[in-house]
T-cell receptor, first 119, second 113 residues
Framework: AQTVTQSQPEMSVQEAETVTLSCTYD???????LFWYKQPPSRQMILVIR??????QNATENRFSVNFQKAAKSFSLKISDSQLGDAAMYFC????????????????FGQGTILTVHP | DVKVTQSSRYLVKRTGEKVFLECVQD?????MFWYRQDPGLGLRLIYF???????EKGDIPEGYSVSREKKERFSLILESASTNQTSMYLC????????????FGEGSRLTVL
């Protein structure tokens, strides 16, 4: 079974600074997806960024980028130019790439990291 | 805009009561999920459904059941609520493709007294 570990329960950053959230995972599969989700206070979870394991290039979405180290099974999220609206709980998640069957689509989540942004 | 709607944001129930949590999506998604979110534990999968009337157990199904009679609706049932089921419950849905994105509802916070 796959596991996802976020070792930082809380992080903080000054507005306009850069912060990196860590995530490690364990799997025996070679193809999979990795995700970062954002859960703002009292609001629904939304997808921030996605990485396909077979792609060597790190995914980027505006101020959000990842550092994907497949051999190390590490998947960190970097938020540049942090904004007050970035304050949220962030979850790292894993999904198998299996080609068919009824079970694909299940995500395995990490414990979450609460990010505080200071003005 | 895609929408996953959970019927109740906040519920307070007594031990032993039967609890229904309803989730409706308007995107014609095949796959629907119920997760439980607890501090320090992240999200854990309770049950999921890949089609009408089809369901599979997730990682923590004990004490829960589900129903999917219509494609758009996925219900989580606590037959006899217990205090250790006090939690935030998140419903999600996605299209059954390799790249289908997961969409979440706003969550239902259940307190069992």
């Amino acid at each position: 079974a796959q596991t996802v570990t976020q070792s930082q329960p809380e992080m903080s950053v000054q507005e306009a600074e850069t912060v990196t959230l860590s995530c490690t995972y364990d799997t025996s599969e070679s193809d999979y997806y990795l995700f970062w989700y954002k859960q703002p206070p009292s609001r629904q979870m939304i997808l921030v960024i996605r990485q396909e394991a077979y792609k060597q290039q790190n995914a980027t979405e505006n101020r959000f980028s990842v550092n994907f180290q497949k051999a190390a099974k590490s998947f960190s999220l970097k938020i540049s130019d942090s904004q007050l609206g970035d304050a949220a709980m962030y979850f790292c998640a894993y999904r198998s790439f299996n080609a068919g069957g009824t079970s694909y689509g299940k995500l395995t989540f990490g414990q979450g990291t609460i990010l505080t942004v200071h003005p | 805009d895609v929408k996953v709607t959970q019927s109740s944001r906040y519920l307070v129930k007594r031990t032993g009561e039967k609890v229904f949590l309803e989730c409706v999506q308007d995107m014609d998604h095949e796959n629907m999920f119920w997760y439980r979110q607890d501090p320090g534990l992240g999200l854990r999968l309770i049950y999921f459904s890949y089609d009408v009337k089809m369901k599979e157990k997730g990682d923590i199904p004990e004490g829960y059941s589900v129903s999917r009679e219509k494609k758009e609706r996925f219900s989580l049932i606590l037959e006899s609520a217990s205090t250790n089921q006090t939690s935030m419950y998140l419903c999600a849905s996605r299209r059954r493709t390799k790249t289908g994105e997961l969409f979440f509802g706003e969550g239902s916070r259940l307190t069992v007294l």
